[in-house]
């Protein structure tokens, strides 16, 4: 590795002070004069048909000032999706609507003097029904006598497959090679079906979003959002507002995941401000975010693979259908994903087929979620890699070292499935999974475990391993820019459209920008996140931030770095060729002479052919370069109870050059944690009508700290050529792991095998009683 003053060091982030002292601002905080504040009415049944709202005597109750609904509000066809125009997902929704299709499902919204008027005023809103049969099982959705929940005015604006008489919302189909053949060349076949559950994003922070007009007439939106470009956007369209007259800022978020890359909250708030011209406010509560914004999408998946006895996979066939809930926001994407991002890791299978159908249910609606389609696919492939290896007794890890992509090499799955559309030839430039592997089996002790058993009373004890690749942002899709300027005192101004969401990714940014300029990471003033004041980015998802944005900043700073060269070169009346930049200062390694970047700034500004040193750049990727990561479990299972304790996890990870360790470590725990909650613990339960019964954190659990075992996470750095410094992504990768990690762990101690989570005490105790189950 290169050795670098900035690049790879835990560089402390640049907001950790802010965040420690509470002094930094998130969107509840900010004060605003004599707001309005908003609240929603939803639906109570799952499927239904408004026939009439009366809200004249929610307009009698002092303190309220206005009630939305249907009746008052245009219907404007639109994606809540916060994704790049023109966006993947259908247009299904409008703010208001006359159907109801989940419960929790928006009615009327109420603005309001404070928050408790507004609550009271709900209660006085009298809505006429008619109930409709509702539908809760997607295996049924696409049933010729189904419910259907969708107009045939919803449409698909990039035209991808979508039929709203059938319920689908999405479907995607590739093939390649011969199934056929690859059925008859095995010599077994395994074909099983595996269920990945609802699951919340958990933010610490809820949704909310304020707005206002500024001294000059604009449109102000502050929000908790990823995507504060696309919010813009659609708020723009929805509220038939000029685009030119709305700013959006993204202030401190606390905890995004997908989540907020959702655009729910900002077109209301808007909508209230361009109406009654004064400033408003919406929070959502608790149990509002759990039902009534985003969550992960349901998946079934039907994975067929036939094997050789020589170990030979000769096809693979899957098949997932995803609950994408009452509305298609993410529906293609995340489907696509299932695939895209799972099965390319298997390249050498000639012989592959995927079909994915997303379709609509009376039920929660899915959305953007860290792993994002691949977290569902892995829970099924990497349990069937378990599966393989024991019908064949052999090593699991030498089975995968075996068969997975390596350096040099691509899959034809590359170019036939993206997100959304067709994808792009790509060749892999960096892969340390081999080592990933080792040594996630030394630290886990694989071989003086697996298969033992090792008993402690009732309890068993059992180790379980996965792989995973993702992505480093969406090839001919993402695209970042950045904008830097020189200040009197060398330090710099690095405006960047990037969104931190809590991940660092202003830090990790700022030294990119600091290592291309030789100077501290102090000397580099970091806006980021607003329409007005920073250049255009696509917002934090698809592991796209250091890989795109960070490729953007790089650019930016050289061109910096060589303005700095040409007037350094004019002060010191030398060859540019003999300069270089290092420590904060400009050396000539001929005369051995240095001035600073003080002297140099200052010159540029006031003295001489006078102008501004400053630049703008942009990243547009042709590639996804993935993160590889090996994820190890170690589980103790009550044989009398059912109880699984996880003993030990561990994560090792090649996401390229970690441009900070730490911030890399750190996102690798939390998505690990993440994924253990969804693998042991979270589970979404509904009444028989469709109702969300945990909607509080006491209903539906999650790990504290006091919960959480030995987990020990590894960077083995590689080197992306194609990445700023060497980087590839992190963020989503290590959430996809502990679902199957655990699942084959518990089966290498009680011989269970779970193919649905969570792995409740019960669930697993039930599967343990059954008799009769085949085992491989």
């Known amino acids: 590795m290169s050795d670098y003053t900035i690049i790879g060091k835990s560089e402390k982030k640049i907001d950790s002070l802010s965040l420690a002292t509470g002094a930094c601002q998130f969107t509840d905080d900010f004060e605003l004069k004599e707001p309005l504040y908003l609240a929603q009415l939803y639906s109570p049944h799952a499927h ?111 035209g991808a497959t979508y039929d709203s008489l059938k319920n689908l919302a999405a479907e995607v189909e590739i093939e390649f090679g011969d199934l056929k053949k690859g059925e008859a060349e095995a010599d077994f076949i395994i074909d099983k079906i595996y269920h990945a559950h609802y699951g919340s994003h958990c933010a610490q922070e809820p949704h909310a979003a304020i707005s206002y007009f500024d001294e000059m007439g604009r449109l102000v939106i502050v929000c908790t959002t990823q995507v504060p470009f696309h919010v813009r956007r659609i708020v723009s369209k929805v509220c038939e507002f000029p685009l030119s007259k709305i700013r959006v800022i993204k202030p401190r978020i606390g905890g995004g995941f997908g989540g907020k890359q959702e655009v729910l909250l900002e077109p209301l708030a808007a909508l209230v401000t361009i109406k009654l011209k004064r400033p408003a406010k919406i929070v959502l509560s608790r149990k509002e975010v759990f039902q009534n914004s985003r969550t992960r999408h349901p998946v079934r998946t039907r994975l067929r693979t036939g094997v050789k006895n ?54 929660p609606v899915g959305g953007a979620y860290r792993g994002y389609g691949a977290t569902q696919g892995y829970f099924a492939l990497n349990q069937q890699l378990d599966m393989i290896a024991r019908k064949l007794d052999v090593d699991l890890p030498e089975f995968i070292k075996k068969n997975h992509i390596q350096v040099g090499e691509t899959s034809k799955i590359f170019e036939a499935l993206g997100e959304g559309k067709e994808g792009v030839v790509q060749y892999i430039n960096s892969c340390k999974l081999d080592e990933c592997i080792d040594i996630g089996a030394r630290e886990i002790g694989w071989y003086e475990k697996r298969e033992k058993k090792l008993t402690n009373g009732d309890k068993v004890k059992g180790v379980g391993m996965m792989v995973a690749m993702q992505g480093s942002g969406i090839p001919l899709v993402d695209m970042a ?74 650019k930016c700073a050289e061109k910096i770095r060589d303005q700095i060269l040409d007037v350094a070169a004019e002060i010191m009346k030398t060859d540019r060729n003999n300069l270089e930049l290092a420590d904060g200062k400009v050396h000539d390694q001929k005369n051995n002479k240095c001035i600073s970047l003080s002297d140099v700034a200052v010159y540029s500004l006031y003295t001489k052919n006078q102008f501004q040193i400053q630049a703008g750049a942009s990243q547009f990727v042709e590639q996804s370069p993935p993160p590889f990561i090996a994820q190890f479990a170690e589980v103790e299972v009550d044989k009398k109870t059912g109880k699984v304790d996880l003993i030990k996890f561990v994560s090792v990870v090649d996401c390229g050059q970690a441009i900070n360790p730490k911030l890399a470590e750190g996102q690798i725990d939390g998505a690990t944690v993440n994924g253990i909650c969804y693998a042991l613990t979270e589970e979404y339960k509904f009444s028989e009508n469709g109702n ?22 590894i960077v083995v750095e590689s080197h992306e050529k194609t990445g700023p410094f060497g980087a590839k992504s992190v963020g989503e990768i290590g959430i996809n792991g502990p679902m199957p990690a655990i699942a084959n762990a518990i089966y290498d101690a009680v011989d269970v095998r779970l193919f649905k989570a969570p792995f409740t005490p019960a669930r697993v105790y039930r599967e343990m009683q059954k008799t009769g189950c085949q085992h491989y």
């Not at 969401?501 to 102090?522: F, H, K």
Request: with cysteine.
């Open 310 to 363: 020589n170990g030979d996979i000769t096809f693979l066939e899957m098949d997932s259908l995803l609950n994408s809930g009452a509305y298609g926001t993410h529906a293609l994407t995340v489907l696509s994903n299932c695939g895209a991002k799972v099965l390319p890791l298997f390249n050498k299978i000639e012989n592959m087929r995927f079909l994915g159908r997303s379709v609509y249910t009376n039920l």
């Open 481 to 554: 820019s950045a904008y830097m300027k020189m200040n009197d005192d060398g330090s710099f101004n690095l405006d960047i459209g990037a969104t931190d969401i809590g991940t660092g990714s202003d830090t990790v940014l700022a030294q990119i920008a600091a290592e291309v300029l030789s100077i501290d990471l102090e000397k580099i003033i970091v806006l980021s996140s607003d329409t007005d004041r920073t250049p255009f980015d696509v917002g934090a998802y698809a592991s796209s931030t250091t890989y795109v944005s960070g490729g953007a900043v790089k």
């Open 48 to 158: 239904a048909e408004i026939l009439n709202i009366d809200d004249s005597e929610a307009r009698k109750l002092p303190g309220v000032v206005d009630v939305f609904h249907y009746q008052n509000v245009k219907p404007v066809l639109h994606t809540t999706a916060g994704q790049g125009f023109p966006e993947p997902s259908p247009y299904d929704s409008v703010l208001f609507d006359m159907k109801m299709r989940f419960i929790g499902d928006r009615v009327a919204m109420v603005a309001a003097e404070d928050q408790k008027i507004a609550n009271n005023a709900l209660k006085l809103i009298k809505v006429e029904y008619k109930i409709l049969e509702p539908l809760f099982d997607p295996e049924k959705a696409m049933d010729k006598n189904a419910p259907k929940l969708h107009g045939t005015d919803r449409f698909t604006p990039i």
């Open 692 to 713: 969300l019964l945990t909607k509080q954190f006491r209903d539906y659990k999650i790990w504290t700290a006091a919960d959480i075992p030995e987990i020990k996470t």
